[in-house]
C-alpha cells in the first residue's frame, strides 16, 4: 500500500465522517420538527458520527469516494401531518444539507485558492492538507447528495419518488425495498450507478466552484 494512497485515505476522514453525520442529523431534525420525536428519543438528532455510522456503508465511500450510507434514521410517518408530503420532505433534507456542505466548502476553496496569490502570503499554507480536505469535501458532500437522490429504495430519492406516484403505485414501488440494498450492489458493480453518477458529480462540482464567491 503506497504512502500516496494512505495519505488520500487520510485525508478522507474528516469529509467522510462530518458528511455522512451531518446527512443523517439533518433527516432527524427535520423529522422532529415536522412532529415526529421518533429520532430524538433514539438520539439520532446529533452531531455525533458514532449515532449514525455504517461499517459497510462508510467503508464503501471510503473506497469509491462516490457511493456510501449511514444507518437510517428512524422516522415514524404516523406522527406527522401529512406523511407524504412530509416523508419527502425528510427525505430531501439529506441531500440537501450535503449540497450545502458542498457548497460551504467550495466557498473555503475560492477563498483559499485566492488567498494563495496573496502578496506576502505563505502559499504553501493553503496548498497543504487542509486545502486538500476542503476539495474532498466538496466531491464527497455532492457525490453523495447525488447518490442519495437516486430513486432506488431506500434512498432518498425513493421517497421523493414515491410522494409523486399514485396511492396503488406507491404502494407496489415501497414493496421494492427488501430487495434495495441488492438492487443496489446490482447497479454499482455493474456499473450503471457509476454511469450515472459521475458526470453528475463533476458537472456539479464545477459549478459549485466555479460559482463560489
Do not use: Q
Not at 449515532?51 to 437510517?72: N, Q, S
Not at 474532498?136 to 447528495?145: F, M, Q
Amino acid at each position: 500500500m503506497s504512502g500516496d494512497y494512505i495519505r488520500v485515505m487520510l485525508l478522507k476522514i474528516p469529509a467522510i465522517l462530518f458528511a455522512l453525520t451531518f446527512h443523517e442529523c439533518a433527516h432527524g431534525w427535520v423529522a422532529t420538527r415536522l412532529g415526529d420525536p421518533t429520532p430524538g428519543m433514539l438520539g439520532r438528532v446529533t452531531l455525533n458520527p458514532l449515532r449514525h455510522l455504517d461499517f459497510v456503508g462508510t467503508i464503501a465511500l471510503f473506497v469509491t469516494g462516490m457511493f456510501g450510507w449511514a444507518k437510517p434514521v428512524p422516522i415514524n410517518p404516523r406522527n406527522f401531518r401529512n406523511p407524504s408530503r412530509d416523508m419527502m420532505m425528510v427525505a430531501l433534507a439529506g441531500p440537501a444539507a450535503n449540497l450545502f456542505l458542498a457548497l460551504a466548502s467550495a466557498v473555503i476553496y475560492k477563498f483559499m485558492l485566492n488567498a494563495s496569490y496573496a502578496p506576502g502570503v505563505a502559499s504553501s499554507f493553503f496548498v497543504g492538507p487542509l486545502f486538500a480536505m476542503v476539495k474532498i469535501s466538496i466531491i464527497v458532500n455532492v457525490a453523495l447528495a447525488v447518490f442519495n437522490l437516486l430513486p432506488v429504495p431506500p434512498l432518498d430519492g425513493s421517497r421523493v419518488l414515491s410522494h409523486f406516484l399514485p396511492a396503488g403505485k406507491a404502494l407496489g414501488y415501497s414493496r421494492l425495498e427488501p430487495y434495495g440494498f441488492l438492487i443496489l450492489v446490482a447497479l454499482i458493480t455493474t456499473g450503471v450507478v457509476n454511469t450515472v453518477v459521475s458526470p453528475l458529480v463533476f458537472y456539479t462540482v464545477k459549478l459549485l466552484v466555479s460559482g463560489a464567491v
